[in-house]
């Protein structure tokens, strides 16, 4: 989602990666934060973050998190391990294959059933195919068996031959109103979310803030990346959400992998609006 955060700020190396750079975000927004959750020691498995409320305002807890498609993550890791360094022997093309969550990398790469698709594709003069395409087009059955969403083939590159297998492409169709809502609410009552929710119920604070990170290879993702395109700083209204998160949350933030990086907020004292943060803070790329 971004370039990793060095290790800047006091207790960072307790912080997973998108911890640390959530961290460094919000430090321009809510004020100096400091890590809760530090390994080895009594308060390790509390919330990740607390800041100091301004004016002595108290105390609030932050905990943070990501959305990502697990299915997705699995599906990317088996096709690094098994088809990373796939070539096409004797092939002049270089060939870029998307493939999905249903793909058996380790089947593909036993089967040699990829390399022969695409062996077939070049001898046939194809440089491309889809999964997506018209039912009447020959290769999308074969490309849906293999959990393939696409190959496009280039010529007269510094790699001939070689095969670059990575995820497909997740379109997105809008994100605003009761889609969104769904979204929100489905989050909140999954493990994960009730899981956040334990910790933050926990925490002695004033304020309880759960921060979940949106990847952008996921629906989720790239819906409020292309909802937030359309919203200004602190805008309110129809383009928004509407899901009231139940108790003892108090804040609730969806960051974006957009340019500069903006956020849903929601506070129960305000409802929700649309944050930009400073400039100055790591942004998503």
């Known amino acids: 989602m971004s370039d990793l955060v060095p290790i800047t700020l006091p207790d960072d190396e307790h912080l997973k990666d998108d911890e640390r750079w959530v961290r460094h975000l919000l430090e321009g927004t809510v004020g100096q934060t400091r890590v809760i959750d530090r390994r080895g020691s009594s308060e390790q498995g509390k919330h990740d973050l607390e800041v100091d409320l301004p004016d002595g305002g108290g105390i609030a807890a932050v905990e943070i998190t990501s959305a990502a498609d697990s299915a997705r993550l699995r599906a990317s890791a088996r096709a690094d391990r098994y088809l990373s360094g796939l070539t096409v022997p004797g092939s002049q093309i270089w060939w870029l294959v998307q493939h999905t969550p249903q793909t058996d990398a380790r089947e593909l790469s036993r089967s040699a059933s990829l390399v022969a698709l695409v062996t077939a594709m ?25 959990g393939i969403q696409s190959v496009h083939g280039i010529e007269g590159s510094s790699h001939p031959g070689a095969v670059s297998v990575m995820p497909d492409f997740v379109a997105s169709y809008g994100w605003a109103g009761p889609r969104a809502d769904d979204w929100v609410n489905e989050f909140l009552a999954s493990d994960l979310g009730k899981s956040k929710f334990a910790k933050l119920a926990r925490a002695v604070a004033d304020e309880r803030h759960l ?23 602190g805008e309110g209204g129809g383009g928004l959400p509407s899901a009231e998160p139940p108790m003892p949350l108090t804040h609730l933030w969806l960051i974006a992998p957009t340019v500069p990086t903006r956020a849903f907020r929601w506070a129960r004292s305000s409802g929700w609006s649309v944050v930009r943060f400073p400039p100055e803070q790591p942004q998503a790329v």
């Open 122 to 146: 070049e001898g046939q003069g194809l440089l491309s195919a889809s999964s997506l395409s018209d039912y009447r087009d020959p290769w999308r059955d074969q490309l849906k068996a293999l």
């Open 211 to 233: 921060v979940v990170l949106m990847y952008p290879d996921t629906d989720g993702g790239l819906g409020i990346a292309g909802a937030l395109a359309d919203l200004l700083d």
